[in-house]
């Protein structure tokens, strides 16, 4: 399997940091022998202004390819509307080597490795949670987070030592976390929350609207 990334802020394919982890990751080695089956590295372009969380890889999605939300049903909805506002070159095609490339964006996940049932433990979120600190100071010219979830809303959080309780999860909420950089919440595009309708397509697209025209604004009419 191809490996999309290198950089210091990636896990290495081995990580141990969490048993529970690491054993389901070696059980779905021996299942799944095609499958990439590793810590999943960030993909996009880390000199953009713009990252996005998500929660995990998924079994079949992200742990399959290699590639955060690639082969998922909430990789067709992101990619979609990453597309629609500009962040992305060439067209997603749910396979790693699309061809597909980001442009001022990132993609990452608060947990790097497949977790049972999709669900991973607080323990295991701040034991990935250094991986992300560390992408954020390797991204010198970030601008604008955006956390798909209250999981990934969380680890932000922390991952900068602020009280969460200064800053509770909520769709569309956006929040100015240091002079420059501004944070923005959305329901995570999952296939159970597109089919309830807990999100919705033009929900996702108002928050990303916002994304757009923030970093489309010259700085000096921001302050």
């Known amino acids: 399997m191809m490996t999309l990334n290198n950089q210091a802020s990636d896990p290495p394919p081995t990580c141990t940091r969490c048993e529970r982890l690491a054993i389901f990751r070696k059980k779905n080695q021996e299942l799944y022998p095609d499958f990439f089956n590793a810590p999943v590295p960030s993909f996009g372009d880390m000199s953009g202004r713009f990252l996005i969380v998500g929660l995990a890889p998924g079994l079949k999605g992200a742990n399959r390819t290699g590639r955060p939300f690639t082969g998922d049903y909430a990789g067709d909805l992101l990619y979609e509307t990453l597309e629609r506002f500009g962040f992305s070159n060439g067209k997603y095609d749910v396979r790693v080597d699309d061809g597909l490339k980001l442009q001022d964006c990132l993609i990452t996940n608060a947990v790097r490795c497949l977790p049972p049932e999709n669900k991973p433990k607080g323990e295991e979120i701040r034991q990935c949670r250094p991986y992300l600190i560390d992408l954020l100071a390797a991204m010198p010219n970030l601008k604008v987070v955006l956390a798909l979830g ?9 991952s900068l030592d602020l009280k969460r309780s200064a800053y509770p ?19 995570h595009c999952s296939r159970y929350n597109t089919n309830t309708r807990r999100l919705t397509p033009q929900m996702f697209y108002d928050v990303f609207s916002q994304i757009r025209r923030l970093l489309d604004t010259p700085e000096r009419m921001q302050n």
Request: no cysteine.
């Open 150 to 158: 209250r999981v990934a809303h969380e680890s932000f959080i922390s």
């Open 169 to 187: 999860f909520g769709h569309g909420a956006r929040y100015s976390v240091r002079d420059d950089l501004t944070f923005f919440d959305s329901y």
